[in-house]
Antibody
Framework: EVLLVESGGGLVQPGGSLRLSCVVS????????MSWVRQAPGKGLEWVSL???????FYTDSVKGRFTISRDSSKNTLDLQMDSLRIEDTAVYYC???????????????WGQGTTVTVSS | DIQMTQSPPSLSASVGDRVTISCRAS??????LNWYQQRPGKAPKLLVS???DLQSGVPSRFSGSGSGTTFVLTIRSLQPEDFATYYC?????????FGQGTKVQIQ
């Protein structure tokens, strides 16, 4: 069974930093398309970032230069370092992955339960 | 960026009804279209990939169709557990983009 468990969310002031982590079991983070997708309160879904071997990471325009996605093969975890946080970054952040069954990098068939990030003064 | 437009934004239906949700892309995306279901307070769940490929474990009352710019998700006989918000998403080009969602509510 594939399981993704996020942690690291919380309340942070504008301009602050937060690091999200996702522990993955049942899939290798180094052989899988791994992503972060967010959902602002009462809003729709937004693909934030994606990482996979052999290509540069993807970042949505609004987080470029502020967020950094990474993975640790020894711990089988996916991380998202979020710096210079803005109020509009407030959202539930989901860790998501594409199992070997998917066709493209942006097909996410496994998801974590989400972790909440609140940016407020 | 490719814009994804869903209609309707919400709908009310009864158990047993046939429901259709439309999704239109601002340019040709071939069949690179996914459908997700999101129940309140839960993570999205991939229902259909590549416009019409039903994911393993998804009930057969769900089906997807379309190609190019116009796509449809059909729920053949609505069940209580199907009341949720549904999102389409294109995986044709970066950035991947979602529709705004269609909320299926109990009538």
């Amino acid at each position: 069974e594939v399981l993704l468990v996020e942690s690291g969310g919380g309340l942070v002031q504008p301009g602050g930093s937060l690091r999200l982590s996702c522990v993955v079991s049942g899939l290798s983070v180094t052989n899988t398309y791994m992503s972060w997708v967010r959902q602002a309160p009462g809003k729709g879904l937004e693909w934030v970032s994606l990482i996979y071997s052999g290509a540069s990471p993807f970042y949505t325009d609004s987080v470029k230069g502020r967020f950094t996605i990474s993975r640790d093969s020894s711990k089988n975890t996916l991380d998202l370092q979020m710096d210079s946080l803005r109020i509009e970054d407030t959202a539930v952040y989901y860790c998501a992955g594409g199992s070997p069954k998917v066709t493209t990098a942006f097909d996410a068939d496994v998801w974590g339960q989400g972790t909440t990030v609140t940016v407020s003064s | 960026d490719i814009q994804m437009t869903q209609s309707p934004p919400s709908l009310s239906a009864s158990v047993g009804d046939r429901v259709t949700i439309s999704c239109r892309a601002s340019q040709d995306i071939s069949s690179y279209l996914n459908w997700y279901q999101q129940r309140p307070g839960k993570a999205p769940k991939l229902l259909v990939s590549a416009a019409s490929d039903l994911q393993s474990g998804v009930p057969s009352r769900f089906s997807g169709s379309g190609s190019g710019t116009t796509f449809v998700l059909t729920i053949r006989s609505l069940q209580p557990e199907d009341f949720a918000t549904y999102y389409c998403q294109q995986s044709f080009s970066t950035p991947p983009t979602f529709g705004q969602g269609t909320k299926v509510q109990i009538q």
